[in-house]
Every structure is written in structure tokens, then in C-alpha cells.
């Protein structure tokens, strides 16, 4: 689902899966950086390193955004138990800022006077 907060006009994406495998089990290949880099590549990510984490809960990296280098933005994996067993996987993909302008150009005419050459 897209969404826009609208307190910081942040625009995000969150994703929710209930998977078959354990909390803990989705954890670890959250974490650990040999499985993470078969779903995750260590290239889109700004440091291997978290931004912030409460074990076993929430998980929080920020990402390089290769093919778009004006923007910034944060993932956080949030892991819970399933309602009927295994994982409850949450993904939120936020964009923080947009770091370069976008060049806008004039149109041609600029809506001026018209003026005639004698």
C-alpha cells in the first residue's frame, strides 16, 4: 500500500506477509548478512550496519538509491509472531527527502504582451 504521511509529507510503502517460518528464523535472515544479501544486496543498502533495532522486534537500515542519487530513504523490518503460528513480516520502505530539485523550464512563450516588429 502507498501512502503519504501527511505530518512530515513523506511518501512510504508497506508491505505485510505472514510467512511459514519462525520469528526467529526471520530474524536471522534479516541480520545476518550472508542470507540478507540473497533477498537484499549489501550494494542497496548505505551501511551494512542498522540504523536502529530492538532485537527480535524491528529492524531499521538505510538504503543508497543507485539509479536515483537525490533521494534518501529508510527500510524497517518489523518481525511478529503469526496468528496462526510462523511470522508476521512488515516492510516499510520511506523515502526521507528528496535531496536534489527537479529543473522545472520556462515555457517558450511566457504568457507576455505580444509585441510586432515594424
Known sequence: MKGW?????VAHVSLEYDLEASPEMVWRAILDPALRAAWLPARDLADPEPLDEV???????GMREAASPGFASTVTFHVAPGLEGGARLRIVHRL???????????????????????
Do not use: H, Y
Request: positive net charge.
Open 5 to 9: 504521511d501527511s505530518e512530515k509529507q
Open 55 to 61: 532485537p527480535g522486534e524491528r529492524v531499521r537500515f
Open 96 to 118: 526521507l527527502e528528496v535531496r536534489a530539485t527537479r529543473f522545472i523550464p520556462r515555457a517558450a512563450n511566457a504568457n507576455g504582451p505580444v509585441m510586432l516588429a515594424a
